[in-house]
Every structure is written in C-alpha cells, then in structure tokens.
C-alpha cells in the first residue's frame, strides 16, 4: 500500500519542478512511510516518439511484498512505460507467469512489475486483467500520453485536476494542494451533495475543479484531449438462473479464493472483527488457510447499544484467535482536529471515529488487516433493505397502501430517537408515496430535499447549479432494469455508499496509521456474482444474507446469525448532550461559523435546541455541520 501523487504537462512554463512533485509526495508520507521515489523529467523535442511532454511520478511506499525490491516509480525494459502504483494486484503471480511466458523479464517480485508489463502489450486493456485494489499512474511515452486506472469497486481514491495542458494527480487531496496556484473554491453542489450523502460523491470533490476518478473508469490525457472512460460495465439487468445448492458451491469457490489471494504479504497480518457476520467468517475462513495463529481486533463503547465487543470476544473465543480489543470514549475526540486534517473533504460518517482507533490499534501489531466490508451490500444485509422489502408489498396494493401511509404519518410521532421503532415506522410511512428509488434516497439522506430548503441561507441557494443531488444514486438505481427493489438498492449501494463512505473511512483511517487493509468480499468476481443472484437468495423469513448462513453456517456460533444487526455507530446521542455539548454548540453558533453564509441560523439553533431537549435525535445533521465548520478551518482559512 502506498501514495501517489504527479503532474503531466506540454508547456514548458507550466512545468511542476522537481521541489514541488518532492512536497506533492511527501505529503503522503503517513501512507508509505518505508520508502520515496520520483521520477522528473522536462519537456524537450527530441524524443523517440517525438516530441516528449514533461512528467513527474511520485510514490511512498507501505512494504508488503518483496521487501527489498519494489521501488517506485518503475519502468519497464526500455522505460517507454513507467509507472507509479498504489494498492495491490492480487493475481499478480498469474498475470506474471502469462508475462514471462510471452518473453518479458522481470527484475523484482513484486506486483507493480506486472502493471508496466501488461500496459506494454494491450495498453488500457490492461486494467480489465487486474483483480485487486488500486489507484495507477502510468506514463505512456510511445503515445505521449498520462493514463490513470482505478479498480472496479472505489477501494483505493484517486484525485486529480487539469488546468489548461497540465494534469495533477494524487492518493489524496493534499498532494494537489500543495501545487502553487491550485485554487481552492468551495463548490456549493458539493455541499449541497455532502449534506444529502453525508459525503462528496465522485466525481466531483469540495473544490471546484478537482474530481475525483470514478471506480472502474481510466482517464487519458495528452496536454490536449481528456477523456475518462470505463472498463468495468457488467450487465447488473438480469439475474442468473441458478439453483440454491449451486449457488452455495459457486460463493464458497469464490469467497475462499478471495481471502487466499488477500493473505499474500512479507509482513505480519490480522484482521479487523466485529462480531458480525461480515468479518467473522473472513476470521473463519483465514483460520482455515493459515497455520499461523490469526490476530483479531475489535472496537468497542461503553454504551452497550453501541458495543459489540461481547460478540467479537464470542467469535475469537469459537476460533481460537489472538484477539485485541480497544474502547471509544467520548475523550477520544481529542483526535479530531486529525481526523478532519486526513480527510481532506468533509465527511459525516461518524463510525471513522472507531475506525481511526481500531486502525490504530491494529497497527501496532501487523501491517496488513482483512475486513468484512462489502458483504452487506453484496447479500443484503442492511436493516433499511427491510424497509425496502416492505415498500415493494406495500406498492402492490396501490391506494389502499398510499391511504395507509397516510394514517401512519397521522398517528406516528415525528420526533425521538433516530432509530426508534416508532420513529423508522413514521420515516417509512412519509415515503412510501414516493417512487422506489426516490424513497430510498429519502430514507438514506441526512438532510433531505424538505430539511435542506429549511436549512439553506437564500443566498447560499442562489449559487447552486441547476443539476439534481439525487441524480448519482438514480444512474445507479436504474443499472438493474427491471429487477426488484431490493437488487436495486444493493447496487446503489455497491456503487455510491460503499466506494464513496466505506472505502474512504477505511482507506484515510487505515492509511493514517501506515495500515493496508484489504476486503475479500470486494473480489469483483464475487461482486458480480452476488448482485446477479436472485433476491430469493438473499433474504428468507424477513432477514438478509440467507445463502451466506447456507454456505457457512456451520463456521460461526449460532448466536451470531441470529443476533441483530447494530452497525458500526457512535454515541453522538449522548455525547452531543453530555461532553461534546460545548464543542457542538460553540462551532456552530459562532461568528465564523455565521459569516459561512450558507445556512440559516435560526435552522442551526432549531436543531440544537431541538436535540437538547430530547425531542429528536438531529446528532448525524448536527455532526455534519461540525465537521463541515472544523473542515473549513483547517483546510480554507489556514
């Protein structure tokens, strides 16, 4: 795992010199501590393939395979290609083989030798060859050209900018800044799109100007003609036809070969675990391929309903792991003026706190960790795919189940906890006269279109464009044609939530630390497997994640199936009304915060008080205005 950061460019008054490509780097040195290269080269007329632009590549480096080998920036035999790498190709042993055999030689081995190679033979092709998690800068001399690549699903990011015939690139948004002259102009549909998501979706960024490459896409650029496309574009529309006991065999195969190409590393690894499904049966199946005792760590509250480390210990106990456990108080939000620094953009999803400490804390005894990320959205999993179910019965009736909605929100509270029994019944009934997938952006929203018009300033609302927040998770609702709700939902999810709020938690947090995490049920092959399966797959009897109990039940304790789901979340709850309470109310009603221009404050203080006073639970809108606020004073006013 590492840091990437360069610059491409034709006029020579453009060029990015040596000194700022070293800051660009540098900046990333949290990400690749081991080891730095660059490789900086000016413009001059008088190349093999004519006349050559300027590029520079940097790169920090996390080592994980070959220990002594492996420095970047590399090229190839006659250094027509060079790249600079992030991540890890996790077929790289066979790409090689394949390699080798066509007549190439290789000098390390490490993964990064098989990219300059197979980039050599078939160019952008060469991404659709790659199973693994990364972000690639490539300088393409014989076609005069930068090419970038990020993988299918948004594990590793990717930022870059153009200005005129210059191109910037890197890891994190940081190295672009430390370029002079970028400008750092807030974009309000970005703001607008952080307070719907609780992130920036891509591919745009908070700054106006700097995008971020979409997951599965490529981007070419030759100082004159930018194009991005995509490399990865399953047909998600129709679902396979295939029998119960097939489908078990299909996702042991799949999910088996997944963790054992993750366990690749020189270096020491273990695993995040939760007590969930999710990562327990990457623990159980690690277990399974390994004669090295497993390390597990897990996180956890002092609020029970928050802590699940009573089930993680169940599980570690049940497998034998050498587990670790951490404890979050709200004294550990110390560490938030960090958080929001590594970040870069704003981002509120509050479960980073927990991932910073877990990270943390994992680090300090390996160097590679396997989560269970993705399983949810891959087989159902999440509690509002419940609500979506419900949705689709309720549809069926027409009128008769629009009426009833209407009652529920007649009779239901509109306050309480966020997520009351009452309350989730009360946000069900106000959606359900919406279309499927309007409904479903309602219920995931922290701030919907209605509270977004109460909160806007009149002329923050003036600056923003005519295009619609919704519209990322439509394009991706409708990928799935004509199929059910819930496939569609477990898609939109699979390409806007998880590469946008749960890679980016679990890269910045764990790359914060020097930690590569790696996530087996992200293996694209499983991940095209599983969406195209049949819903009846996944959800039985008012519960997801039916063909995972199928293919593993016998690999974890019965109390983990059948105990409920709880989420990775934080106790903002208490906290905004306990020893946080100052912190909130202090960031959000002061002179800076006012002179924003973006909100109403007499909308801020109706939340406050609101939340003070227990009548609703506002700690997700309230957290996204703090770390909106705390952002802009670290990266706009500094």
Known sequence: ???????????????????????????????????????????????????????????????????????????????????????????????????????????????????????????????AHFNGMFAIAVWDQRHRRIVLGRDRLGQKPLYYCVHGDRLLFG????????????????????????????????PRSIFRGIHKLPPGCYLTFDGKHLEVAS??????SREIAISLDDAKAELIRLFTDSVKLRLQADVPLGAFLSGGVDSSLVVATMKQLTDQPVKTFSIGFPQKEYDETSYARQVAQHLGTEHHEFQVTPDALEMLPKLIHHYDEPFADSSAIPTWYVSQMTREHVTVALSGDGGDELF????????????????????????????????LPAGGPQKSKLRRARRF???????????????????????????????????????????????????????????????????TYLPCDLNTKVDIASMAHA?????????????????????????RMGRGKFLLK???????????????????????????RGQLKELLHDTLTSETAKSRGYFRQDTVETLLREHDTNQFDHSARLWALLVLELWHREWVDA
């Open 1 to 127: 795992m590492c840091g990437i950061a360069g610059a491409f460019w034709v006029d020579p008054q453009h060029e990015v010199s040596e000194e700022v490509l070293r800051r660009m780097t540098d900046s990333l040195a949290h990400r690749g501590p081991d080891d730095s290269g660059i490789y900086h080269r000016f413009p001059h007329e008088h190349g093999p393939y004519g006349t050559v632009p300027g590029v520079g590549l940097g790169h920090r480096r996390l080592s994980i395979i070959d220990l002594s080998g492996g420095h970047q920036p590399l090229a190839n035999e006659d250094e027509t290609v060079w790249t600079a790498f992030n991540g890890e190709i996790f077929n790289f042993q066979s790409l090689r083989a394949r390699l080798e055999g066509a007549g190439h030689t290789f000098r390390t081995h490490c993964d990064t030798e098989v990219i300059v190679h197979l980039f050599e033979d078939e160019g952008v092709d060469a991404f």
């Open 429 to 495: 009934a106000e959606a359900i006269a919406m279309s499927p997938g309007r409904r479903y952006l309602d219920w995931i929203s922290i701030f919907n279109e209605t509270r977004r018009g109460e909160l806007y300033d009149d002329s923050f609302v003036e600056q923003l464009p005519d295009t619609n927040p919704y519209a990322f998770l439509y394009s991706a609702w409708k990928r799935t044609g004509k199929r059910d709700a819930l496939t569609a939902a477990s898609l939109a999810d699979l390409t």
């Open 231 to 236: 490399y990865w574009n399953p047909d998600f």
């Open 380 to 411: 159902a999993g999440y509690d509002r795919y419940k609500a979506v179910r419900l949705a689709a019965v309720v549809d069926m009736f027409g009128p008769v189940g629009r009426l009833g909605s209407k009652l529920g929100m007649k009779i």
């Open 550 to 576: 199928h293919a593993f039940g016998n690999k974890l304790p019965d109390v983990i199936w059948k105990r409920r789901k709880m989420g990775f979340g934080v106790p903002l709850n208490t906290w905004f």
């Open 515 to 539: 930690l590569e995490c790696r996530q087996p049920f992200l293996d694209y092959r499983l991940a095209e497997f599983a969406i195209r399966l049949p819903s009846k797959w996944k959800w």
């Open 171 to 202: 890891s994190e948004l940081k190295a672009i800044l430390q370029v002079p002259g970028v400008p750092r102009e807030i974009d309000p549909g970005s703001i607008d799109s952080y307070l719907t998501y609780q992130y920036v979706p891509h």
